[in-house]
Structure formats: structure tokens, C-alpha cells
């Protein structure tokens, strides 16, 4: 439900000026909304992503292309990084894949899409902490989040890989956090619930359609890319200095409804 008209509801501005920025994923969806996010709040953003990207590099504002499933690839795109600034701010862990034919029970998946959802979901996810932790390790500073889903606290019928392993992309930044607390750096995830962007709305039909997935949600609707980017720069603020080792839902309640309750 909207705020009642006329009613204030509140602005936070946040100044990201001179923080080095990456996030994986970029080019679409909520990866992209992020780096527009941080870009907007003054931020120096990398978009690191297989996908090519459809606009060209500007200020403050570059694309990487390359595979976080490949340690190399990750490891050169963090170099290009550091030939250009002092160090890095922010890793946000947003690439990640759901193709259509993923929902399916576990005793009908093919090898190689088994292997290629780890790869990049959950391996692509430790192969850009491996690299960037080292770092923050010496400015002894730092933040990473790492996109999860409501999937990895709830499941349901065929999604056997894509739900488990957002519960380890969750478990990752929880290990992390208290890793490497006493180093200044923090981490956190945040699980979205069903937000319009390119991967949802391809798989929509396997989710029983627009209508009904957003009327599982207590407020009745589909989230946008632009609410959890909100969320993620809050985390990597200085207003979100306690906080580590948690996970943000950012699901319109969808985590809260009971599966037992009347539906609306």
C-alpha cells in the first residue's frame, strides 16, 4: 500500500565521492540498478559482467567483461582496478543465473547446467571475495554484499540448485563477516523477493504468472530493482556501521507470510 497522499515519507541522501566501487552482474536487472545507484551518490563503479554492455564507458562509470565462474578472470578484472585507483570499497556479489529450464525436480538435471549454476551462483561468488578480501585485508577496510534471494530461506517445488545455493551465497557472507571482522572489513547479504528484471520476467510462466507471483507477497506486488539498490547502499554506508553477518529482506514480506495463512 502507497503512503497515504499528501504525507511526507522521508529522504535519505548518501556521498559516495571518491569510493571505488564493484559489482558483478552489472549490466541488467538489479546488478545494473546498483551500479546506477552508487554512480548516482558520486561513486567510481565498475560493472563486471559476461553480458556486453549496451552503453559505453563514462565517468566514473566502466564495464569489465569476463566470467566470475573463472578465478583468473576475476583476479585480472580486480588488477584493472587497482592500476587505475589506490584500492576498493565495495564488492557487491550480484551475478548469478536462473535460466527457464532450472525449475525442474533434481533427478532431471543435466550435468552441465548443474555445474554452471555452482559455477556461477556459488563458486563465482568465493572467486571475487578471494581476490578482493586480500586487499581490504591492508586497507583494513571494506564492504561486501553479497545478493541472495528469498529462495535461500524458503523453497518450493523445482528449484533444487538456484534455492540452496542462495542459502550459501547467505552462509558465505555470515563466514566472512566473522571472518574478518577484527579487520576492519564487513559483510552482509540481502535476499530479494520477486523483483521486476530481465531474469524474472523470463520465467515468469514457471512461476505461475505476474498476477499470482506478486499476490504472494503481503503487499501485493512485484518489487523493483531500485528498492533493493537502495538496500545495498544503505549496507555499504557508514549508517549501517553495526551491522555484519546478517541478512537484509528486502521481499515486500514475502519471508513474514506463513504458508498456512489465508491467501489474499
Known sequence: MAATPGRPTGN???????????????????????????HQTGATVFSFDVTPNDHENSDRKTFLKG?????????????????LHSGIDVLVNNAAIQPPNSYRSIDQYEEQ????????????????????????????????????????????????????????????????AVEYARSGIRVASVSPGAIDTPMVRASLAAQGGADELANRHPQG?????????????????????????????????????GAFADPF
Open 12 to 38: 535519505v541522501h548518501y556521498d559516495n565521492a571518491d569510493r571505488v566501487i564493484l559489482v558483478t552482474g552489472g549490466v541488467t536487472g538489479i546488478g545494473r540498478a546498483i551500479v546506477d545507484r552508487f
Open 67 to 83: 566470467d566470475t565462474a573463472s578465478f583468473d578472470v576475476c583476479k585480472g578484472a580486480l588488477e584493472t582496478i587497482l592500476d
Open 113 to 176: 547446467l548443474w555445474q554452471r549454476m555452482v559455477d556461477v551462483n556459488l563458486t563465482g561468488y568465493a572467486n571475487m571475495a578471494r581476490v578482493v578480501l586480500p586487499v581490504m585485508k591492508q586497507q583494513e577496510s571494506g564492504v561486501i554484499v553479497n545478493l541472495a534471494s528469498g529462495q535461500g530461506h524458503r523453497t518450493a517445488r523445482g528449484v533444487p540448485a538456484y534455492g540452496p545455493i542462495k542459502a550459501a551465497n547467505i552462509m558465505q557472507a555470515r563466514q566472512w
Open 221 to 257: 506486488r512485484i518489487g523493483s530493482a531500485h528498492e533493493v539498490a537502495n538496500a545495498v547502499i544503505w549496507l555499504c554506508s557508514d549508517d549501517a556501521s553495526f551491522v555484519t553477518g546478517t541478512d537484509l529482506e528486502v521481499d515486500g514480506g514475502l519471508g513474514a507470510f
